[in-house]
């Protein structure tokens, strides 16, 4: 059995990024709701348990609390931000509002370098983000460090192995943070970082082999990261008892419904349906120009695709889908947690009544870089693995107005030039998102001497981790000045190409 870490959600924003720096040092760790009650934690048999931070306040009636009793259980506690209020207001120390409120860089000092700060510098950046602080630690706990307007900024009582953290370990603009997080998990919690990928798909394969037995089992394949990667890890536990569709909307990438054929139904030997159904979602789709409405009528297409595609199968008892952990933590949030919903789950959700299907979803305990760690273990190609994130409608949402085969022809080819120029860059894997997308405009230009007045392409690459926040990406001008020369001059209908220098916030990835 892998060493477990079990965090707590208080609501922090930052409670996803907690476990993935867990993970990153091989330690599997687990997200619950504040509320757990101390006997079904103590039943996990968890290492240690992390409080997350939260946007509450301690002091405000009915604020989001724990079950006291989770510190008498013996198991280290790690609390942060909030969390550390609420260890110190339970355990008997007090907790007012700060003197001032702390947001945004700060340097703590080191008073006591204990299990989580031996061997540390005197000083450190950290990120602070809190109103409330403790003000004087609960019986049994010393100060570890401090700010000036923050001078109980961590602390800890080890004989009962209760520590907590005024700041952010799990932050970036924390520099040493991953530091003391690794000290919490190896020299408190007795962490062996024994979490490896390869362990993961040995007991994945195992699980899904019992799960299954003699049933059959159907997958949406998409040609992203995620269903290909529950496609592939299904293959290698159950074989032909696998059925792939594969609905190509005609709203892909160029190559993209050949690319998908030739990895899982050809190199793979999966049993791959394909359903060509472009000319459907083209006649389905004319006339619409607002974005929610193109979104509703693709989905509605793809439904009645999928589901045609599914009834030629016969009787099948499983529908296998690519449910990632944010995915299974945000249904959480909507089920009554503290987090801010950001929305409900579903992948293909709406099938008809004769169509229903005991749910399989092998990676939802992973995130998104852990399934592709896992994708690379099963022997997917980096072509499929490093695939950046694309709209479930396709280039429906990249093609600004009205969308039509020869609009879409248009853009596969800018889109062509494009990620043909960006992949010469020697950093180009540090883009997180690039695309083109075609605007319902058309501006006057000169070629050949002639007047033109054709359509304008605009040119999107961020970076970024999670896609929750995104920089425009600061592409060299020459490769800029290649990207506009070769889409203006070799594809038909373009005169004009301009590069979006917005960020997220306040603007979004996509354009619709």
Partial sequence: MHDRIVI???????????????????????????????????????????????????LAPGAPAGDPALFTLGIPVLGICYGMQLMGRDLGGRVQPGRAREYGSAVIS????????????PTLDVWMSHGD??????????????????PVAAMADPARELYALQFHPEVAHTPRGAEILHRFLFNVCGCRGDWKMADFVKESVARLQEQVGDEQVLCGLSGGVDSSVVAALLHRAIGQQLH??????????????????????????????VARAGGLFMERLAGVTDPEHKRKVIGATFIDVFAQEARKLGRLRFLAQGTLYPDVIESVSASGGPSVTIKSHHN?????????????????????????????ELGLPDTVV??????????????LGEVSADRVALLQQAEVR??????RLPNHKDIWQSFCVLLPVQTVGVMGDERTYENVVAVRAVSSRDGMT???????????????????????????????????????????
Avoid at 24 to 52: H, M, N, W
Avoid at 386 to 394: A, E, K, L, V, Y
Avoid at 418 to 423: A, H, T, V
């Fill in 348 to 376: 293909v959700g709406g099938l008809p009544a004769d169509l229903q299907f005991e749910l399989i979803e092998p990676l939802r305990d992973l995130f998104k870089d852990e399934v592709r760690q896992l994708g690379r």
């Fill in 470 to 512: 995104a920089d425009w990406f600061r592409l060299p001008h020459e490769t800029l000045d290649r990207i506009a020369s070769r889409i203006i001059n070799e594809v038909r209908g373009v005169n004009r190409v301009v590069y979006d220098i917005s960020s997220k916030p306040p603007a979004t990835i996509e354009w619709e």
């Fill in 133 to 150: 602080q403790v003000e004087e630690p609960p019986p049994g706990f010393v100060v570890l460090a401090g700010t000036e307007s923050c």
């Fill in 244 to 273: 792939c569709v594969f609905v190509d909307n005609g709203l892909l990438r160029s190559g993209e419904a050949e690319q998908v054929e030739g990895t899982f139904g050809r190199t793979f030997g999966m049993d791959l349906r």
């Fill in 418 to 423: 494009l990620q043909e120029e960006l992949r």
């Fill in 386 to 399: 490093d695939r950046q994130p694309f709209p479930g409608p396709g280039l429906a949402v990249r093609i």
């Fill in 110 to 121: 080191i008073r006591q370098a204990d299990a989580l700060f031996r061997n540390l510098p």
């Fill in 8 to 58: 707590l959600d208080f609501g922090s924003q930052y409670t996803q990024l907690i476990a993935r720096r867990v993970r990153e040092q091989q330690v599997y760790c687990e997200i619950l709701r504040f509320d757990t009650p101390a006997g079904d934690l103590a039943a996990r048999k968890p290492l240690g348990i992390i409080l997350s931070g939260g946007p509450a306040s301690v």
